[in-house]
């Protein structure tokens, strides 16, 4: 897992970006980690190097350079998982998806794999989750998939304070696909809907989410997974 367990999720980091600072800031951000970007020796160790990849894709995206910030995460991303830093992996997918480029999706459902696979921060995998919510039409079963294995992860990966927070989130979540999906707006027929659809099923859940993650990724899968499935204590 990444070493970097103080900072947030890419996508809530971009938006605290968005919220607080000016370009000009951003701008200087961006030179500041480019700067020590290049100041990084060649032998340096490849994981603190894609580290600093990432310190420079996330302001390029909040400048709006989708394409330059794709180069950079997708390399950090490789680096990760071939070093199975498995947090550091979730939050490159992330920024990947966000850059909004040809191969975003087939990112997003790489990082939703990881993410699901290996205990990384819950919020990074809601997060990634909720994208699909985002990327699937209103009537669609992949979002309501998403929606609760969301709110699954949730419940397994946090305690106390965050996962009351959390967990609201995810519900919340669940409410929102339920209401674009069937039109439900009250507890009782939101509970017929689980039901109808076996979404309280974890298993089964756990394997249409997969089928999803298949669509996405197709056959650009920019990892092994096969080899990494072998390698899990359960398989």
Known sequence: MSDRQTLPD???????????????????????ARKALTAMPDDSNPVDRARALMD???PLLGLGQGAEAW??????FSVFTDYEHWQDAVEAA????????????????QGIWLGVTYPVRAQSTVTLLNYIIDETPDE??????????????????????????????TTQMIARVAKRHRGIEDQQTLDTWIEMYK??????????LGLIVDVMVGDKWWFDRDALRARLPVH
Request: glycine residues 8%; negative net charge; proline residues 2%.
């Open 94 to 109: 992330d920024i990947l998806y966000q850059s909004g480029q040809p191969d975003s999706i087939v990112a997003l459902g």
């Open 199 to 208: 979404l309280n099923d974890v298993p089964d859940l756990l394997k249409r």
């Open 10 to 32: 890419a996508s809530e980091a971009i938006k605290a970006i968005d919220q607080t600072e000016s370009t000009g800031e951003i701008r200087e951000a961006l030179a500041s």
């Open 71 to 76: 180069q950079h995460a997708r390399e950090a």
């Open 56 to 58: 420079v894709a996330e």
């Open 140 to 169: 669609s079963d992949g979002a309501a998939v998403a929606a609760m294995a969301a709110h699954y992860i949730a419940g397994l990966r946090t305690q106390g304070e965050e996962k009351a927070s959390l967990g609201f989130l």
